[in-house]
């Protein structure tokens, strides 16, 4: 990869060179939108982003984001393009051929935090199979396409029917928790408050096995 940073002009879709948007992106515009990725993706410190960026400049789809419901009202994720993992998801994104067609089970849960529309996954040298969706927010090992060596169903030997069960799952991490509502960080505390306070007390009145 070159050391020089390429001009966003060097992308193009559909023939048509990918033009920096105005500071106010509208993120409904879904051609915009995209070349507003590829114009901070391009210009990233990241190597691997921008090799990812880099060798594909014919954009493969558009990124059309999720439309979710906060309060009553439809808001679309937040894409913080700070981060490396979520720079080289959305590059990914943009430029991979499709392998799935299907979306993963996590893409499928209406809690999920990938921000596409799409479902988009590619081969196993990409993020051990996972779809860029779920190594956007965080959750790649828990993607049902995901064929890491630290999947629970290849690490335990686990059934077919297991395995499918343990990913559909829905994982709390730092991202989740971060675009969660007040109201659903108190129901979450009260669920997993009150399920600890049944283990204990199904610990507490277990016999004690004699010395």
């Known amino acids: 990869m070159s050391g020089n940073i390429l001009p966003l002009s060097s992308w193009k879709w559909q023939e048509e060179d990918l033009v920096a948007p105005d500071e106010d992106v509208d993120f409904n515009n879904t051609l915009e939108l995209t070349s507003w990725i590829v114009d901070q993706l391009r210009a990233c410190p990241y190597n691997d982003v921008r090799s990812l960026i880099e060798k594909k400049k ?31 998801a959305l590059a990914a994104f943009v430029t991979i051929d499709k392998v799935n ?49 630290n999947r629970k169903a290849k690490k335990h030997g686990r059934s077919t029917s297991n395995d499918d069960h343990s990913s559909e799952r829905f994982y709390l991490t730092p991202e989740v928790l971060e675009e969660l509502t007040t109201r659903e960080l108190e129901r979450w505390r009260n669920m997993i408050e009150n399920e600890l306070d049944i283990r204990n007390v199904s610990c507490s009145t277990r016999k004690r096995p004699r010395s």
Do not use: W
Request: charged content about 20%; some cysteine; proline content about 4%.
């Open 58 to 88: 014919n954009i493969t789809r558009l990124v059309q984001l999720k439309q979710l419901r906060e309060k009553g009202t439809i808001v679309h994720p937040k894409l913080h393009l700070e981060r490396q993992q979520k720079m080289s």
């Open 101 to 149: 067609s299907d979306p993963c089970k996590q893409c499928l849960h209406t809690k999920s935090r990938g921000p596409c529309a799409e479902c988009v996954a590619g081969n196993n040298n990409l993020f051990n199979g996972a779809c860029t969706n779920c190594q956007f927010s965080s959750t790649a090992s828990a993607c049902s396409f995901y064929e890491g060596k």
